[in-house]
Nanobody, 126 residues
Framework: QVHLVESGGGLVQTGGSLRLSCALSGRTSSMYRLAWFRQAPGKEREFVAAIYRLGGNTYYADSVKGRFTISGDNAKSSLNLQLNSLKPEDTAVYYC???????????????????WGQGTQVTVSS
């Protein structure tokens, strides 16, 4: 089993920054893909960023590219997301996720990730 716990969410004004962290425990070595998703009230869960354990490739949604940065430690015991230049539309519950499957081309489908944290709230005021 793999357990994930997010932290670091909070309230910030437009243009501010936050750093989210995700602590992973259990069989983390079996997780090939790690990612962040977010979900705003009344909206569908959407992909934010992903990082591959093998190769270290990173991927970002167009809406956050250039503003957010995903990273992890060498053992992948933690996953981080640096959020800069925040906008009101970034307001959502942010979830970290892990996948035990591997794909060379796909990284953005929530259904590919079997393990999820409980989420941390990010609120950006205008």
């Amino acid at each position: 089993q793999v357990h994930l716990v997010e932290s670091g969410g909070g309230l910030v004004q437009t243009g501010g920054s936050l750093r989210l962290s995700c602590a992973l425990s259990g069989r983390t070595s079996s997780m090939y893909r790690l990612a962040w998703f977010r979900q705003a009230p009344g909206k569908e869960r959407e992909f934010v960023a992903a990082i591959y354990r093998l190769g270290g490739n990173t991927y970002y949604a167009d809406s956050v590219k250039g503003r957010f940065t995903i990273s992890g430690d060498n053992a992948k015991s933690s996953l981080n997301l640096q959020l800069n230049s925040l906008k009101p539309e970034d307001t959502a519950v942010y979830y970290c996720a892990a996948s035990s499957t591997y794909s060379d081309t796909q990284y953005y489908f929530a259904s590919d990730y079997a393990y999820w944290g409980q989420g941390t709230q990010v609120t950006v005021s205008s």
